[in-house]
């Protein structure tokens, strides 16, 4: 199994649970602007899904997985730096991913069992994505 697909837009990291009372009971609830990432990536995923030949999905497989997130570029930010050193931190945007394709891609985000994550800027007049791609482990060595 080998699965790749882009997510426009500004990736977004994954926030903490927000807690709320009303009525007297108190819930945890995800923030609307993860939620929508989230079913973004997953309808990507979908889309990517349909175009494969004879795969049952979720799979059940090991997986390894790579993603990259192109975040929007300063203007300040000179021509050599590639590296945004800043927030979002790139385990909260790999948490967005990685939920979202849980119980679609595969049946759960513990079979990931070797991921790579970056952050880069994008490139002068790209706009910003996140380029996913998951593929069973030990079948395939990601190159690009």
């Known amino acids: 199994m080998f699965l790749k ?10 926030a903490r649970a927000r807690v709320t009372t009303a009525g007297g009971k108190t819930h945890a609830y995800t923030p609307k602007r993860t939620k929508d990432y989230e079913a973004k990536v997953a309808a990507r995923a979908r889309e990517a899904i349909r175009v494969m030949p004879c795969a049952d999905f979720p799979v059940s497989d090991p997986l390894a997985m790579r993603v990259t997130f192109f975040l929007k570029s300063p203007k300040s930010r000179r021509k050599w730096q590639l590296w945004p050193a800043k927030r ?8 967005a991913v990685t939920d979202a394709m849980n ?4 049946r759960d985000d513990a079979q990931i069992v070797d991921a790579q994550v970056s952050k880069r800027y994008a490139a002068d007049g790209d706009e910003p994505h996140a380029l996913v791609t998951v593929w069973t482990a030990g079948t395939r060595r990601y190159e690009g």
């Open 88 to 95: 979002p931190d790139w385990d909260n945007l790999a948490k």
């Open 5 to 14: 697909f882009t997510v426009p837009g500004v990736p977004v990291p994954k």
């Open 103 to 106: 119980a679609l891609v595969y």
